[in-house]
Structures are given as structure tokens and as C-alpha cells.
T-cell receptor, first 113, second 117 residues
């Protein structure tokens, strides 16, 4: 069975602080993909990153970084020097080879000015 | 850029009405998906389709049906709308197999917020 857990339902931080969004997954497959999506107030899901299970290198893209650790089945997302525009709901997701994606319940992030 | 469009951003229907939600993608993707999103529940898969005229049930298909007559179009049908189907509906599309490109993923439309009175 697949499962994605985002234990943080809602987080608030002050602008310019760093914030980490946690994601823990469960799968029995050795080949799988992990994703992060952002859903701003406009509602459209925006793809941020995809990682396959064989690539544990951490990824950095501007102020965003991702830490993939198979040992703990985690794929955490960090925003450095947060900005008000980062306020959104963030979804972590898991896909095995059938192309279906299972989403976590999301973490609502509030960046306070 | 991949573009996924949905026919309406907001829709209000009455209980018992037949409702059609349309989704169109312009990237020749084989896979198309319908999700509903509810507070505290995240996105849940209703139906998906790997090809024209093919459909597979997702996690919550009850009360819904789908139609895929053309590759670019995937319709979600509520045969007799009920108040518990008030939700945000999201359509997505993707390639048939995720390749090495990190951007091989599902691309989403803007969503349709359906209210059933």
C-alpha cells in the first residue's frame, strides 16, 4: 500500500525565516517517484520537483531545497529566506510505476510579513 | 509549456442535476486524471484513463463516470449531483511512462469549484 504523510497541517513563520516541510512515505516498491507541488491561493497545482528512488542526491533550486533520505523514507522540503509569495498549500506525493500519484494531505504555509 | 484547461472555474448546480466537467490538454499526453480536493483530505483520485476509450477507477469512483472519446479530452460526469459532491475538481495529464526527465509528471488544470445546492 502507498501512503504519504505530511504531519504538519499548518505552519506559520515570519518572512525571511527558513522553514522545512516534512514528508514521510511508505511503499514496498524499489522503483518509485516522489514529488512536491505548490498550490497558491489561485488554486492551480504547480509542479516543483520529481525525484526517482535511485537518486538520493539533495536538490537545490534557488531558495528551495529537498532532502531525500531512503533510510527514513522522507523527502523534506526547505524554503530558505521565506517570502510572502511562498504562502500556499504544499503537497508531497508518491508514484509507483503505474503512473498514479498518491498525494499527502498537504501543509498550509503562511508567511507573515 | 503543457497546458491543461478546464471548462469552468466555478459551477453551481442543483441536487439531481447531471453535471459535466470538461478537461482538455494540448501536449498529446496519454494519461489523464480526475481528482477531487477537500479540506483536510488532500487530493483523491476519482478516475483515470491511459488511452482513448479506456478508463480505470481510482480511489473514490462512486457517483461519478468518465468519458474519453478523444485523446486530448477527458470528461467527468456526475449522473445525479448530490450535496456531498460539492468540492474542487482537478484534472491532470501526463505521459504514459515517466522517463528520465525530472519534469515527467502530472500537469494540472486550474480546477473547477463545484457547489451542489
Amino acid at each position: 500500500a502507498q501512503k504519504v504523510t505530511q504531519a504538519q497541517t499548518e505552519i506559520s513563520v515570519v518572512e525571511k525565516e527558513d522553514v522545512t516541510l516534512d514528508c514521510v512515505y511508505e511503499t514496498r516498491d524499489t522503483t518509485y517517484y516522489l514529488f512536491w507541488y505548490k498550490q497558491p491561493p489561485s488554486g492551480e497545482l504547480v509542479f516543483l520537483i520529481r525525484r526517482n528512488s535511485f537518486d538520493e542526491q539533495n536538490e537545490i533550486s534557488g531558495r528551495y531545497s529537498w532532502n531525500f533520505q531512503k533510510s527514513t523514507s522522507s523527502f523534506n522540503f526547505t524554503i530558505t529566506a521565506s517570502q510572502v509569495v511562498d504562502s500556499a498549500v504544499y503537497f508531497c506525493a508518491l508514484s509507483e510505476e503505474d503512473d498514479k500519484i498518491i498525494f499527502g494531505k498537504g501543509t498550509r504555509l503562511h508567511i507573515l510579513p | 509549456d503543457v497546458k491543461v484547461t478546464q471548462s469552468s472555474r466555478y459551477l453551481v448546480k442543483r441536487t439531481g442535476e447531471k453535471v459535466f466537467l470538461e478537461c482538455v490538454q494540448d501536449m498529446d499526453h496519454e494519461n489523464m486524471f480526475w481528482y477531487r480536493q477537500d479540506p483536510g483530505l488532500g487530493l483523491r483520485l476519482i478516475y483515470f484513463s491511459y488511452d482513448v476509450k479506456m478508463k480505470e477507477k481510482g480511489d473514490i469512483p462512486e457517483g461519478y463516470s468518465v468519458s474519453r472519446e478523444k485523446k486530448e479530452r477527458f470528461s467527468l460526469i456526475l449522473e445525479s449531483a448530490s450535496t456531498n459532491q460539492t468540492s474542487m475538481y482537478l484534472c491532470a495529464s501526463s505521459l504514459i511512462e515517466a522517463g528520465d526527465d525530472p519534469e515527467d509528471t502530472q500537469y494540472f488544470g486550474p480546477g473547477t469549484r463545484l457547489t451542489v445546492l
